[in-house]
């Protein structure tokens, strides 16, 4: 599957778990608590994979870097909203708007990520490696889970690391030298 793909259909998914956590009774509080860890289960792995694996193809072979860099400080708008979303769906009060504002930042996010990065990924990668590409990007995803916040901030400061650094650059260590 082409990286296109994969991330279109990672996007529907999310925005499907949020319009589902929308329609939720204030009461229904086991519901919600289950639905924001799907979020976060869905949300947190798709982020740091499509760092890894697609912003930073594209930043070792595009000189404009501005769509991608715009794209990493939304990844970190949209975790400090689901932080928010976490405390004040476990207290129960005012989950709901910071769930819309979740949601519509995702919206605006993905919607720049479908045209403006994709139409920069299309004008550098071949199909060839668009699919491989893809490929890694399904390969890695399921490796990466929430161990802590602190561990998901050092992954994107990994993946904010010059390509051709950041390889050499374990999170693990970093996290064992804190
Ligand atoms: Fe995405
Ligand atoms: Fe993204």
């Known amino acids: 599957m082409k990286i296109y793909d994969a991330l279109k259909k990672d996007h529907l998914e999310v925005k499907a778990l ?31 994979a499509e760092e890894a694996v697609f912003y930073n193809a594209l930043r070792s072979v595009n000189q404009e870097k501005k769509e991608v860099w715009h794209g990493y400080a939304e990844h970190a708008a949209a975790e400090g909203l689901l932080r928010t979303l976490q405390v004040t769906g476990k207290v129960g009060a005012g ?19 479908e045209t403006t990065l994709f139409a920069a990924a299309r004008n550098v990668f071949s199909d060839d ?25 050092f992954d994107m400061i990994q993946n904010l690391m010059p390509p051709r650094f950041s390889k050499n650059l374990s999170s693990l260590e970093l996290r064992k030298s804190l």
């Open 18 to 48: 949020l319009s589902r956590l929308l329609t939720l009774s204030e009461d229904d509080s086991k519901s919600r608590n289950e639905l924001v860890t799907e979020i976060r289960d869905a949300l947190i792995p798709h982020s740091r």
């Open 129 to 153: 490696e668009a699919e491989q590409i893809g490929v890694a990007f399904e390969a890695l995803k399921p490796k990466i889970k929430e161990e802590s916040i602190i561990g998901t901030t």
């Open 95 to 113: 989950w709901k708007s910071t769930a819309e504002s979740l949601k519509k930042a995702l919206e605006h996010h993905i919607q720049e990520e």
